[in-house]
């Protein structure tokens, strides 16, 4: 079991950036893998980003490639979301997953965190 916690989230510009971090408590957190999802009004949870449990291996969707990066510090139990070059679409509750495997946590995590919200104005 694994609990997460994100934080970071906030109101940015158009064009601005944030950073979201994700710290994780109950196991270590290199034995899974990572991610991110988000949740616009209105919408279901989508896919953004996810990193492997050792941190070689990263994909992203295609709405956020390029402008978004995601890190991890094992030693630190937190997972990072850079973003930049934020636009008003980019609007969502953003939640943290795990999941032991990279193809499940993009299908189906095991874990979700609590969610932080991102707002972006124009």
């Known amino acids: 079991q694994v609990q997460l916690v994100e934080s970071g989230g906030g109101l940015a510009q158009a064009g601005g950036s944030l950073r979201l971090s994700c710290a994780a408590s109950g196991r270590a957190l290199s034995i899974y893998a990572m991610g991110w999802f988000r949740q616009a009004p209105g919408k279901g949870r989508e896919f953004v980003a996810r990193?492997?449990?050792?941190?070689?291996?990263?994909r992203y969707a295609d709405s956020v490639k390029g402008r978004f990066t995601i890190s991890r510090d094992n030693a630190k139990n937190t997972v990072y979301l850079q973003m930049n070059s934020l636009q008003p679409e980019d609007t969502a509750v953003y939640y943290c997953?795990?999941?032991?495997?990279?193809?499940?946590?993009?299908?189906?995590?095991?874990?979700w965190g609590q969610g932080t919200q991102v707002t972006v104005s124009s």
């Open positions: 990193i492997d449990n050792i941190g070689a291996d990263t």
């Open positions: 997953v795990a999941a032991f495997g990279t193809a499940t946590l993009q299908r189906n995590p095991d874990y």
